[in-house]
């Protein structure tokens, strides 16, 4: 991928410029939605508009860039031993959230004492949440695209790894990449005015008074993503000789652009430009990291997980140890659903919710107003868990990929 290799990073000039636009566009969206309420309304569909259209481009480039990441897996030394690597770096980290989910919110315990007023809290979900899971075709293939999107770009990578046409092919599906990602740099000239118009329309619709009954269970969301990142990925960074604090600043621009955006596919297409620029092997991030954004979602793992355990105890249910264990398995599945456009963990809780069947969805709507709030802690928790990710496996095949490709050069070079 081209323009992965790039000298200057594209979010080292453009982003950073665009920094003091995203700030001037918070400030303005937060006194714009808190003193001219009637204004935010307006600016309803802005958002998501602007994401669905985001989603249409930045899906192409993960796919095209899992069949790019397979296609190359020959220039890394020992692919196998590196594949299995990451699937058990997904499973254990999947586990630790959920566990880390569950222990915070036994320990604060959202949902007891609220003293919430359901009647004068509880929103309306849209109902395009509901549209998705309604029984037909549509709704099964949406539930499982994941699924479906992940085998899909396996088997295609498969057969051109396999494909006396590989070189060629991996030639145009460079040139796919760099397209699309050249179409999402001119789209994110539009960020500042979308953050504003998502922002006023927040604090119009919900306002501060949404958030102080519900504060512990945002509160438990946002200490375990805090403990997360720097307790868990702490230990894992520093067991591989990676400084953490070192490796967040790396990609500050990036997590602000997810922080304001909500999403964590938004920095998708530039991450690998600094992780490269670092020294991290190419091919090895081009494999690991578009499998993390369907598969390692820490942050969705922790929401869904504190959430659930918020209606249990905010309906008194009494579940058993067996009961948490089908909630821990139906949460490791569920959560892949949650990458997408602002508001897929919401749904990838309400699929959770439908599946374990003990807990009632009545006033599930309570957490739709908290949601937008829960979002960037959601979304920056996920794209730092896969980054680092991506980090940690390419420092563990670091010196076995050098000496491959120093071996491959040579054979190239014998051979010519």
């Known amino acids: 991928m081209n323009h992965i290799g790039a000298k200057k990073a594209f979010t080292t000039s453009y982003l950073r410029n665009l920094s003091l636009l995203v700030f001037v566009a918070i400030i303005g969206g937060i006194a714009t939605g808190y003193f001219f309420p009637h204004v935010g309304l307006a600016f309803m569909d802005v958002g998501d508009y602007f994401f669905k259209i985001l989603e249409v481009l930045i899906l192409p480039v993960i796919f095209f860039a899992i069949v790019y990441g397979i296609c190359q897996l020959s220039r890394v030394a020992n692919p196998d031993r590196m594949i299995w690597q990451t699937v058990v770096y997904f499973i254990l980290i999947t586990s630790v959230c959920i566990v880390l989910g569950f222990s915070f919110a036994f320990i604060i315990q959202p949902g007891k004492n609220t003293a919430i ?46 494909s006396s046409r590989k070189a060629q ?43 102080l009954p519900l504060s512990k269970v945002l509160a438990t969301v946002y200490l375990a993503d805090i403990v997360f990142v720097f307790g868990v990925l702490g230990i894992i960074t520093r067991l591989f000789g990676i400084d953490l604090w070192s490796f967040l600043l790396l990609i500050k621009e990036e997590i602000l652009l997810v922080m304001t955006t909500s999403s964590s596919k938004t920095a998708f297409p530039m991450i690998f430009d600094k992780l490269h620029a670092k020294g991290y092997d190419l091919h090895i991030l081009g494999f690991v990291i578009p499998l993390g954004y369907c598969f390692n979602l820490a942050g969705a793992c922790i929401y869904i997980s504190v959430s659930c ?71 920056v928790t996920n794209f730092i868990g896969i980054a680092v990710c991506g980090a940690v496996i390419a420092k563990i095949n670091d010196k076995g990929s050098l000496h491959h490709k120093k071996a491959t050069a040579a054979r190239e070079a014998a051979s010519s």
């Not at 979900?125 to 509901?130: D, F, Q, T």
């Not at 006033?363 to 107003?369: K, M, N, Q, R």
Request: net charge negative; aromatic share 16%.
């Open 169 to 211: 092919v991996i030639v145009w599906l460079d040139a796919g990449i760099n397209g699309f990602v050249q179409v999402i740099k001119y789209l994110y000239i539009s960020l500042p005015l979308i953050i504003f118009c998502n922002i006023t329309y927040s604090i119009a619709v919900y306002g501060i008074d949404t958030l």
């Open 117 to 162: 007023d359901i009647d004068d809290l509880v929103s309306i979900v849209p109902s395009s949440y509901e549209a998705y899971d309604d029984g037909s075709l549509f709704s099964l293939l949406y539930l499982n695209r994941h699924a479906i999107f992940l085998f899909a770009a396996i088997s295609l990578g498969t057969a051109i790894h396999f």
């Open 309 to 379: 355990v918020f209606f249990v105890q905010l309906y008194n249910i009494s579940l058993t140890f067996t009961d948490y264990v089908w909630l821990f398995i139906i949460i490791s599945f569920t959560s892949k659903t949650a990458s997408g456009v602002p508001g897929s963990g919401f749904l990838a809780l309400i699929f959770t919710l439908s599946r374990f069947g003990k807990i009632p969805m009545t006033d599930v709507a309570l957490l739709y107003s908290l949601d937008r709030f829960m979002n960037e802690a959601r979304s």
